[in-house]
């Protein structure tokens, strides 16, 4: 009986030492995975710190030049004040295009009311048309929508 017997004082304490070899084996396996990835997205992470560092010093560069550049041809006339007087007037265009734009809508609308009416109209004055109001009456539904 001494054999059998365990020196684990709990049953927590057995359980622990069964799931503990293969708890390890388990987060070995899953480190072995891992690891690639994680070693392979490191060395990305600063393949790309590497060409961010290079762009902003190309950026810098680019930036002087154009300054340079800048100096050396300088405008001798003041484009600003016509590039605002531009702006002021692409607003006022959308201004009037959106004003005429809503203003096309209600006179489609009104026209699609006033081809209805006349058409129901005509059918209370004529008889021998309102054989042929069903059709009248959906073009001018069809002509109200559009």
Not at 13 to 22: A, G, K, N, R, Y
Not at 29 to 51: E, F, N, Y
Not at 82 to 100: D, E, G, S
Request: with cysteine.
């Amino acid at each position: 009986m001494a054999d059998t017997e365990s020196t684990a004082t709990s049953i927590g304490d057995q359980t622990e030492d069964l799931v503990s070899p293969t708890r390890d084996a388990l987060v070995d396996g899953i480190m072995g995975m891992l690891k690639p990835c994680l070693d392979q997205l490191d060395d990305r992470v600063h393949q790309t710190r590497a060409s961010q560092s290079d762009l902003q010093l190309q950026l810098e560069g680019l930036q002087q030049q154009l300054t340079a550049v800048q100096h050396q041809t300088q405008c001798p006339l003041h484009l600003d004040l016509y590039i605002k007087k531009l702006q002021h007037a692409k607003r006022r265009v959308v201004v009037v295009n959106n004003i005429l734009q809503t203003t096309q809508d209600r006179l489609n609308k009104l026209h699609g009311q006033v081809t209805k009416e006349t058409g129901r109209r005509r059918t209370l004055l004529d008889p021998s048309v309102s054989a042929a109001a069903p059709s009248y009456a959906a073009a001018a539904d069809t002509a109200a929508k559009t």
